[in-house]
């Protein structure tokens, strides 16, 4: 089932700030972040692994909660480079199976 | 070298065509994707390979054929196509470590449109 990502878009001014979120009705086995710009291929930003997890670099960082179940990007400052769609990746192992989903995607524009 | 490149960057065919598409990487990486992607829509997995086999197929229909002759490249052979299979065709790459796929590699993909 895909993640669902709120909110569906956003805008900003330069210098603002960001939560995009991404929520499963089930347990993930990680959450990978992508922006991805008109007309290129997704660019990984991140990676969750363990539940209450937090990690970043530079001003975007994610959080993953204890259940893993919700991840969230948070976008610190804003700057026009990060205009762009923002993917949630899902990893789900089962018997024998893997599935790998991006979640429905969070457009985001960054205004000067 | 951390890139990913896709050939041909755009394809038109008409529906009786046989085309093939082409992924390369030298990143070492042993775990190669295929995705398609729709305008304003999340990319969706249609193959995985792990070591040059084919571990993951979400029930592509099989006018897509995917095939990894080694660690380095990735193709897709096209044959007797719809028109809603129109899109985005995305090739990524990743290690592959323990029980995990790692972060993906994309290419820029190669937009197809089937007449």
């Known amino acids: 089932q895909q993640p669902v990502q709120s909110p569906q878009a956003v805008i900003l001014r330069e210098g603002e700030d960001a939560v995009i979120n991404c929520s499963s009705s089930k347990a993930l086995y990680s959450v990978h972040w992508y922006r991805q710009k008109h007309g290129e291929a997704p660019v990984f930003l991140m990676i969750l692994l363990k539940g209450g997890e937090q990690k970043g670099h530079d001003k975007i960082s994610a959080s993953f909660n204890e259940k893993k179940q919700q991840s969230s990007l948070y976008l610190t400052a804003s700057q026009l480079s990060y205009s762009g769609t923002y993917f949630c990746?899902?990893?789900?192992w089962g018997r024998g199976t893997y599935k790998y989903i991006f979640g429905t995607g969070t457009r985001l524009k960054v205004l000067a | 070298d951390t890139e990913v490149t896709q050939t041909p960057k755009h394809l038109v065919m008409g529906m009786t065509n046989k085309k093939s598409l082409k992924c390369e990487q030298h990143m070492g990486h042993r775990a190669m994707y295929w995705y398609k992607q729709k305008a304003k829509k999340p990319p969706e997995l249609m193959f995985v390979y792990s070591y040059e086999k084919l571990s993951i197929n979400e029930s592509v229909p099989s006018r897509f054929s995917p095939e990894c002759p080694n660690s380095s490249l990735l193709n897709l052979h096209l044959h007797a196509l719809q028109p809603e299979d129109s899109a985005l065709y995305l090739c990524a790459s990743s290690q592959v470590g323990g029980t995990q796929y790692n972060e993906q590699f994309f290419g820029p993909g190669t937009r197809l449109t089937v007449l």
């Open positions: 990746g899902t990893e789900e």
